[in-house]
């Protein structure tokens, strides 16, 4: 059974940093891409992060670059998103995902095939 596991999230105050982590189990992502995703209440779920399989191609939305930096260790299985700068709007719970295609670098809901269950991330103003 493939598992992605979230960790990392929490509380903390605008400008600060956060890391946050996903461990997946139950099959390796070395030949495939990874993302993250994050969904605030009552907004649909966005793109914030993706990197291919060998983690030399990165690539951001709009809102994060410059402050988030997305990377990976696949002898880990694991994938992070180190979050600088934090701002009252990052505020969400953060979703890691695997595509189990081959694809470079998904952007889409739809292009993902595993997720993780979610971490909470919280910047207060």
């Known amino acids: 059974q493939v598992q992605l596991v979230e960790s990392g999230g929490g509380l903390v105050q605008a400008g600060g940093s956060l890391r946050l982590s996903c461990a997946a189990s139950?099959?390796?992502?070395?030949?495939?891409?990874m993302g993250w995703f994050r969904q605030a209440p009552g907004k649909e779920r966005e793109f914030v992060a993706a990197?291919?399989?060998?983690?030399?191609?990165?690539y951001y939305a709009d809102a994060v670059k410059g402050r988030f930096t997305i990377s990976r260790d696949n002898a880990k299985n694991t994938v992070y998103l180190q979050m600088n700068s934090l701002k009252f709007e990052d505020t969400a719970v953060y979703y890691c995902?695997?595509?189990?295609?081959?694809?470079?670098?998904?952007?889409?809901?739809?292009?993902?095939?595993?997720w993780g269950q979610g971490t909470q991330v919280t910047v207060s103003s």
């Open positions: 990197i291919n399989w060998s983690g030399g191609s990165t």
């Open positions: 995902a695997a595509d189990g295609e081959y694809r470079l670098l998904p952007r889409f809901t739809y292009e993902y095939d595993y």
């Open positions: 139950g099959r390796t992502f070395n030949s495939n891409a």
